[in-house]
C-alpha cells in the first residue's frame, strides 16, 4: 500500500521595507500586514495543523487574528475548525475566519472568556484545542519570520516585537536571544501583562484588557512564553493610542503599509526613543483592521 504524503503549509515570505530613519541609523518594517490570513499568525498556526492527524477537528480561542491563521491553516488540510472569538472582534477579522471555512461563535466577553468555552466545547467533541500562543509549535512556527530578516537583512541591533500573549516574542527570543541583538517587547499602556509579570516574576491576571488594538489585549501572557521572557531578561515598553494612531499614519504615509492598531506598536515604539547608532527592526504583526476603525485612526 503507497504511502499518503503528507501536505506542507508554507506561510508566505513577507517583505521587509527600508523607512525614514526617524532618529534610528536606519529602521526596517517586516510586514506582516502581507502574511496569509493578514497577520503573522499564520506561521504558527501552519506549522500546528501539520503536525496533526488528518482526521483532526479543531476549536481555539481568538481575538482575531489566531483564529484567521488558523482558519485558513486548517482549509488547507481538509480539517474542521470551530472559532470562539469576542463579539467585538473587528468584521474584517471575522470576515476572515468565515470566509476561509470555520465556523464562528461570538462571545459576550474578551479572550479568556473565549478560552473557557472554546476548552469546554473541545473536551465535549474530543476535538483537538489549539492555542493562540501558549503551545511550542505555534512559537516553533513564529520562528521562520526572524530567519527571513536574518536572510535577508542580517541581524539588528534592536529588534522591536509587539506581545499579546507572547508567542511572538518567545520565538523572537529563540532564534536571536544569543545574538547581539536586543530584543524589545512591546505592550499596550492599558494591558501590560507581560511587564507586570516580569516585575512580580510571576504571570499575573489583569483586571481587564480593553482598548484599540485587540491583538494586545490578553490579560494573561502565556506560560511559556513568561519563562522565556523572563530567562531572556526582557526589556518591555508600552505605548498608547496617540502613538498608534501616529504609527498608523507614518506607516501609510511613508510605505503604503495598512496596519491595525496591534501592527503598529512596535514601530510606536521605536519612536519613542531613537538612537541614532543602532539599526532597528519593527514587526508590523497584522493589518486586519475594519475601514472606519483605519480611516478615523488616519485621520484623527
Known amino acids: 500500500m503507497a504511502t499518503q504524503q503528507k501536505e506542507t503549509i508554507e506561510p508566505t515570505r513577507t517583505r521587509i521595507v527600508r523607512m525614514q530613519p526617524h532618529g534610528w541609523h536606519s529602521i526596517l518594517i517586516k510586514d506582516e500586514s502581507q502574511q496569509i490570513s493578514g497577520a503573522f499568525k499564520y506561521r504558527g498556526n501552519a506549522h500546528k495543523v501539520e503536525q496533526l492527524p488528518s482526521e483532526s477537528a479543531l476549536v481555539t480561542a481568538s481575538t482575531g487574528n489566531h483564529a484567521s491563521g488558523l482558519a485558513h491553516a486548517a482549509s488547507a488540510r481538509g480539517l474542521s475548525l470551530r472559532v470562539f472569538v469576542p463579539r467585538t472582534t473587528p468584521l474584517a477579522k471575522r470576515r476572515k475566519i468565515t470566509g476561509a471555512g470555520a465556523d464562528i461563535e461570538l462571545v459576550d466577553g474578551g479572550y479568556d472568556d473565549c ?9 465535549a467533541r474530543s476535538a ?19 530567519r527571513e530578516v536574518r536572510e535577508e537583512a542580517g541581524l539588528p541591533d534592536t529588534a522591536f516585537v509587539p506581545v499579546g500573549g507572547g508567542g511572538l516574542v518567545a520565538a523572537g527570543i529563540a532564534e536571536w536571544g544569543n545574538e547581539a541583538t536586543e530584543i524589545v517587547g512591546v505592550e499596550y499602556e492599558a494591558a501590560p501583562a507581560m511587564q507586570l509579570s516580569l516585575q512580580a516574576s510571576r504571570r499575573v491576571q489583569l483586571a ?13 501572557i502565556g506560560a511559556r512564553s513568561f519563562q522565556a521572557c523572563r530567562d531572556y531578561g526582557l526589556n518591555v515598553r508600552t505605548v498608547g493610542d496617540e502613538e498608534l494612531h501616529r504609527a498608523m499614519r507614518i506607516l501609510w504615509a511613508e510605505a503604503g503599509i495598512r496596519a491595525e492598531g496591534a501592527g503598529a506598536a512596535a514601530f510606536a515604539a521605536a519612536l519613542q526613543n531613537p538612537d541614532p547608532r543602532r539599526r532597528a ?10 475601514d472606519e476603525v483605519w480611516k478615523n485612526c488616519i485621520l484623527g
Do not use: K
Open 128 to 146: 483537538v484545542f489549539v492555542h493562540s500562543f501558549d503551545d511550542p509549535d505555534i512559537i516553533e512556527g513564529h520562528r521562520s519570520l526572524y
Open 281 to 290: 527592526l519593527c514587526v508590523v504583526s497584522g493589518g486586519n483592521i475594519d
Open 208 to 220: 481587564s484588557a480593553r482598548g484599540l488594538p485587540e491583538g494586545l489585549l490578553v490579560r494573561r
Open 115 to 123: 478560552e473557557v468555552l472554546a476548552r469546554r466545547y473541545a473536551s
